[in-house]
């Protein structure tokens, strides 16, 4: 069954965390336009990942052993919060903040804890996630990039699809099939770090639809991989997989990346002097939803504090996270095209902003589990499957 | 405490308010409009006042639980699921705030109007008062102060269709003699000139009040609505299978399992504010807890067209009559959807505050 979740009170010593951070953000991003704000987690920028390293703000529940911050999830939760509501370019350090790291931590040995714990939590190492292919989306299981033994190690052959960041990055954490066949399906299934500077991987971006790149395809022809590239147990993979979604859908920032339209839409309904019925209700509806949503976040982050595996109520809140992310730039264009066609002034930069959440918004419900494979794993939950 | 209330009660009300117990009170208040003296309800409210539940808010002094807004939330989620054909959650509300050392409440069931319309004559009406059919008693907030209004002293008219437990209300003009406060303080509380907090907005924060405690009602009644669901859905079957197999119908319950859990999240977020209500608070705290008590019951409301329809949808024309007990809750939840403001009213509110304070950053606003 789906487990209620109790509304969670912030601990005082995590909200704590809260003003510093702001005040470091709003200095920080003062000169940056909104249209680069609104990219949000997709926002790449390598001095100020290193600048928030620099405050020892990356990998906050990473050991202090490790370079961490010793922290627990909800002082992540506040971080991310404020970092995410502020629009900052946190794309670089992200995926290796969010799941690479913790997954070191849960199945890395000692070697490789202290060898890439504190490269990410410096903010020198950015990871990619290497999972999709082009015949392996949603069926996951279906991978067939494959690592075969050799003395010294493996060679990789294969490749991935939509890695965010690939280009960028200088590791990937790969599933990869190291025993047995396609049909096999989940068993057979391994991890690998791979250092992308190796000979044999070819890295080309993907232009999406706003013109930006973050997707990439990754070809590995003859790759040679040592030992220590293997994370976790041989043929381990599918449950290390689960465990490292997991962590991608536990935040908060599933219900954030559109927030920096949202506030830039207040913020000319502020200086509008006199504002209708209709945005005043749809603000309303908007605001009822996010709360809710928050709420339902937070309490997913004290389960995971307490120990437990919220797998099937992640996915819940993910899936209502990404509705309500991708219905608030359909609604907020509806009001402008109301005010622009009544002959109110609307600010270009609010009308750019609206532009790029409304192309990039579909990706929202496509990336970490579409919908309706969310969908399917509540009906699990409901024991319909 | 939470879970050991929330059991107590469950077992109260499972044995109790049954299906076949809701169904037998709605059809003796149906055919018969002199039920006053004996009404077919009594039995159920005496095990709940037996049961001490209803004193549950008020102070420990006066004789009560003296147990919080979250403490009871498991109370109104309870009657919610079980559909029960009582003002409970509201009774422990009055008498939360109203019983005193000095001022004794009458034992029966109070239901609290949501709008007072005054007559050209001095009449009082109550427009579609919740379970003003199965309540003793109308609590009626008036500017700034509030009466507390029997029943038996008004014409009553069923407001719905069908088995309402809703109904209009109308006292005649020397209905200020029947008020049951303490007339010496000239029908306000004893309560009412709360150090600091004046008697401004008294109408209102009674009015969110009860919009709170239906806000749970409802996060309850659409709990047991799923629950009804997806058991028929793993028991019908059609081409084969039990249509639970089908990922149409997992889809659609999938929804519905998201808006029962954000609408059961919504009441909560209400219930951790409801005390700054009625309480002497701060007008800062006071205010968060009307935004609170907004979202609960526009969140809440928002979430009932959703439940309603999937549900009726899975269980197909059998769900449809009146002899399946699946309109038994879903009747309930349209009028409870309605009662206190819905999703407009709850949206105009908190749109309203969020552009008139400049300076608020949503991510802080949210933040109930």
């Known amino acids: 069954m789906i487990r209620s979740l109790s509304k969670t009170a912030m601990p005082a010593e995590d909200e704590a965390l809260r003003m510093p951070v702001r005040a470091f953000l709003d200095e920080a991003l003062r000169a940056m336009p909104v249209e680069l704000r609104a990219r949000s987690w997709m926002g790449f920028d390598v001095e100020f990942s290193r600048a928030l390293a620099h405050r020892g703000w990356l990998g906050l529940t990473l050991p202090e052993q490790y370079g961490g911050g010793g922290r627990g999830a909800f002082s992540r939760f506040v971080l991310v919060e404020e970092l995410l509501a502020a629009g900052a370019p946190v794309s670089a350090h992200w995926i290796a903040d969010r799941q690479s790291g913790p997954l070191i931590l849960k199945y890395g040995t000692e070697a490789q804890k202290q060898f890439y714990l504190p490269l990410i939590c410096r903010g020198e190492a950015f990871f990619c996630i290497g999972m999709s292919e082009p015949n392996a989306g949603s069926d996951l299981a279906s991978v067939s990039s494959r690592a075969v033994r050799t003395p010294s190690g493996w060679v990789l052959n294969g490749m991935k699809i939509w890695t965010t960041n690939a280009h960028r990055s200088h590791y990937m954490i790969a599933l990869v099939r190291t025993s047995g066949a396609p049909q096999d399906r989940h068993k057979g299934l391994s991890q690998v770090i791979i250092d992308l500077s190796l000979p044999g991987v070819t890295i080309k971006p993907i232009t999406d639809l706003t013109g930006d790149q973050h997707f990439c395809e990754v070809f590995f022809d003859n790759v040679q991989l040592d030992d220590a590239a293997l994370i976790g147990t041989e043929g381990a993979g599918w449950e290390q997989v689960m465990a490292e979604l997991a962590f991608e859908r536990s935040g908060p920032e599933r219900i954030y990346s559109s927030m920096v339209l949202l506030e830039e839409w207040i913020v000319y309904l502020r200086g509008r002097g006199r504002v209708g019925s209709e945005p005043i209700k749809l603000l309303g509806q908007m605001i009822s939803h996010l709360a809710v949503l928050r709420a339902m976040a937070l309490s997913i982050t004290a389960m995971l504090q307490n120990g437990e595996s919220p797998t099937i109520e992640a996915a819940l809140v993910k899936d209502m996270g990404t509705e309500f992310e991708q219905q608030l730039p359909l609604l907020i264009a509806d009001t402008l095209a109301n005010d622009l066609a009544s002959g109110r002034a609307v600010p270009s930069p609010l009308l750019k902003v609206l532009a790029y959440i409304t192309q990039i918004a579909p990706s929202f419900s496509l990336r970490g589990g579409t919908r309706e494979i969310l969908r399917g794993v509540i009906a699990r939950g409901l024991g319909l499957r | ?368």
């Open chain 2, 1 to 368: 405490m939470q879970e050991v209330i929330a059991n107590a009660l469950e077992q109260l009300l499972g044995a109790v308010s049954s299906p076949a117990e809701i169904r037998r009170i709605e059809a003796a208040l149906a055919c018969s409009e002199s039920t006053r003296h004996q009404p077919p309800w009594a039995g159920l409210w005496k095990a709940l006042l037996d049961s001490g539940f209803v004193d549950a808010l008020v102070p420990e002094g006066t004789g009560g639980s003296g147990l919080s807004g979250m403490e009871v939330f498991p109370v109104a989620l309870a009657a919610g699921r079980h559909a029960l054909p009582l003002p409970l959650m509201h009774t422990m509300l009055v008498r939360g705030v109203l019983n005193s050392a000095t001022q004794s409440l009458p034992e029966g069931p109070i239901a609290i109007a949501g709008i007072a319309v005054f007559g050209s004559d001095g009449s009082l009406s109550c427009p579609s008062v919740p379970f003003g059919r199965t309540a003793d008693w109308v609590l009626v907030a008036i500017d700034d102060s509030c009466h507390l209004l029997p029943a038996a002293g008004a014409t009553t008219v069923i407001s719905g269709n069908g088995g309402s437990l809703d109904a209009d209300m109308e006292w005649e003009p020397a209905w200020d003699a029947l008020d049951a406060l303490n007339l010496r303080h000239g029908g306000r509380d004893p309560g009412v000139s709360f150090a600091g907090g004046g008697t401004s907005g008294y109408t209102t924060r009674w009015h969110a009040a009860a919009a709170c405690a239906h806000a749970a009602l409802l996060a309850g009644v659409m709990q047991r609505i799923l629950e009804m669901t997806v058991a028929y859905a793993s028991e019908r079957s059609q081409f084969g299978q039990v249509i639970g197999r089908f990922q149409a119908i997992q889809q659609q319950l999938s929804v519905m399992a998201e808006e029962v859990c954000a609408a059961r999240m919504a009441a909560q977020v209400g219930f951790s504010h409801v005390g700054a209500l009625l309480q002497p608070a701060s007008r800062a705290t006071r205010s968060r807890a009307m935004q609170a008590v907004a979202v609960a019951k526009a969140r809440t409301s928002a979430a009932a067209p959703a439940v309603a329809s999937i549900a009726h949808a899975v269980h197909g024309a059998i769900g449809f009559t009146e002899e399946h007990d699946l309109q038994i809750h879903t009747r309930r939840l349209h009028e409870m959807r309605m009662a206190y403001g819905a999703e407009t009213y709850w949206h105009r509110k908190l749109g309203d505050d969020l552009v008139r304070e400049v300076d608020r950053r949503t991510v802080d606003f949210i933040r109930l």
